[in-house]
């Protein structure tokens, strides 16, 4: 697996905390989600943090019907 600098940084200071360290940053991270969460749960969402799906192709051979060719 490669990885960026970003992440190799990222890493190695996760690392170098201390348990307490990593129990307030867990805290943190699940605040986070938790905010999230309620985000997306609102009435008046929006499609900002979103991707737009392709349509699906329609597919002749899958058709119940069966087709004929010469």
């Known amino acids: 697996m490669d990885l ?5 940084r990222l890493i ?5 905390l201390t ?4 129990d307030d940053l867990l805290a943190y991270a699940s605040s986070l989600v938790r905010q ?5 749960s609102s009435d ?4 900002t943090n979103q991707c737009r799906l392709k349509r699906a192709e329609p597919h002749p ?3 119940k019907t069966p087709f004929f060719t010469e």
């Not at 960026?4 to 190799?8: F, G, L, M, N, Y």
């Not at 190695?12 to 170098?16: F, G, L, M, N, S």
């Open 44 to 47: 008046n969402d929006t499609a």
């Open 12 to 16: 190695a200071e996760y690392r170098r």
């Open 4 to 8: 960026t600098i970003d992440e190799q």
């Open 19 to 22: 348990a307490t360290g990593r």
């Open 36 to 40: 999230a969460g309620t985000e997306k």
């Open 61 to 63: 051979e899958a058709e």
